[in-house]
């Protein structure tokens, strides 16, 4: 019984890698450009966002929830680990919300700010073209 229930975990755990893949990689370059031009050193919102994805605590703590990860915020500085955190967060985000895996709706979940959520997506939109 004990080996059946690891088994799940485990095909359970495979299955949101696979699906976390679903966000395309040109999405997450996009995202790099608009929140730090690719300093894997940025820090900003007064010391609470690192790396190149701007990420912030929480961010980390829900993937380590999700996923059964181990991650550390000082994690958003290594640039592979960012973008890895940064696709599982926005596909987990999404499904949540049962929103299809498109540039917007991936620009509009990893900012959060309301306010800035249109012209935020629309600079995302306009980095893809580059990226």
Not at 48 to 58: D, P, S, T, V
Not at 60 to 80: E, M, Q, S
Not at 87 to 115: D, G, I
Request: proline share 2%; hydrophobic share 40%.
């Amino acid at each position: 019984m004990k080996q059946l229930i690891v088994m799940l975990f485990v095909i359970g755990m495979c299955n949101n890698v696979i699906a976390y893949n679903r966000i395309p990689d040109k999405y997450v370059e996009a995202l790099v450009r608009v929140e730090s031009r690719g300093n894997h050193r940025a820090i900003g919102d007064h010391g609470r966002a690192y790396g190149i994805l701007q990420i912030h605590k929480g961010v980390i703590l829900d993937v380590n929830r999700w996923y059964g990860t181990h991650y550390r915020h000082v994690d958003a500085f290594d640039p592979v680990k960012a973008r890895k955190i940064c696709k599982m967060y926005a596909y987990k985000m999404l499904t949540y919300k049962h929103k299809k895996v498109t540039l917007w709706n991936v620009a509009l979940c990893w900012n959060r700010n309301a306010v800035l959520h249109g012209r935020y997506a629309h600079r995302v939109r306009q980095e893809l073209a580059y990226c």
